[in-house]
């Protein structure tokens, strides 16, 4: 495999963020590792760039090699940022979740279109001088959930469109008193990192769309064992399969080069509230590849 740092590293229009147990999806052609910098550090490991399904892809592993990364020590905006420095437009995250609802059982696929952000971790590309405020009413674009759906149809899987995906700092699961509270607030999943990625991917004008691995019921069900790493490991590798069978067909269907039809790519518009005489310089440059055609 071909190894590139240099500035002109090769371009993909669609990321894929690959979670716990998806580390690498066969089939790519004329793959290329590339390994970026950004304003906000390092990705969590290189982007391996190429072909997949006649699309230009780029795959990064979310955790890093070796999945040595925690939820909260994910780079997430050096990773957004890397994926969008490759011309990526659209990404498709893959998470592993726990089930806050009986009939969402473990080893369904659901494919999220809310969030309940309950982290602490950096979650925005803005400060140092410059202010802005996307809108999150709808944070998952409608046209990658629905490719992502009818793809998990098409291949006779169970698969849940819609729900609301409780994001939590981690890295120990919850108690029993939160997974009920959670239940309570109408949460359907619970996870530790799409909320996350889908707040930076907005700011970046990227579309997003989670598809989320069901691999237990949490520890709110009286009957279903509590989640364990050993649990979900289970699960997740009857589940990884069919994640990748799901992203290579609704990769074959998306045309990753065409004018997106959502508004995802424009979120910026009317977003920035800063007068741009009154950015600092350095935060000018360090923003120029998301908000340059802004400040203008």
Known sequence: MARTK???APSASIGILGGTGLYEIEGFKDKTEVRLRTPFGA???????????????????????????????????????????LGVGRIVSVNSVGSLREHIPPRDLVLPDQ???????????FGEGIVAHVSLGQPVCPGLNAALYD?????????H?????????????STKAES???????????????????????????CY???????????WHETEEPVTVELVLQNLSANIANAK????????????????????????????????????????????????????
Do not use: Q
């Open 151 to 159: 793809a998990a149809r098409g291949l006779g899987l169970r698969v």
């Open 245 to 296: 069978a799901v992203l290579k067909k609704a990769l074959a269907a998306l045309d990753g080069d065409a004018e997106r039809a959502c508004d995802c790519g424009s979120a910026l518009r009317n977003a920035v509230v800063t007068a741009p005489a009154a950015v600092p310089a350095s935060t000018r440059k360090k923003l120029a590849l998301l908000v340059d055609r802004y400040l203008r």
């Open 43 to 85: 990705p969590s490991g290189p982007y391996v760039v190429g072909t997949l399904e006649g699309r230009r892809v780029a795959f990064l592993a979310r955790h890093g090699r070796g999945h040595r990364l925690l939820p909260a020590e994910v780079p997430y905006r050096a990773n957004i940022y890397g994926f969008k420095k």
């Open 209 to 219: 769309a989670t598809l989320s691995l069901v691999t237990d019921y949490d520890v």
């Open 161 to 173: 469109k819609g729900g609301v995906y409780l994001c939590i700092e981690g890295p120990a699961f």
């Open 6 to 8: 240099t500035k002109a």
């Open 180 to 206: 009920l509270a959670y239940r309570s607030w109408g949460a359907d999943i619970i996870g530790m990192t799409a909320a996350t990625e889908a707040r930076l991917c907005r700011e970046a004008e990227i």
């Open 115 to 125: 969030f309940f952000d309950r982290t602490r971790r950096p979650n925005t590309f």
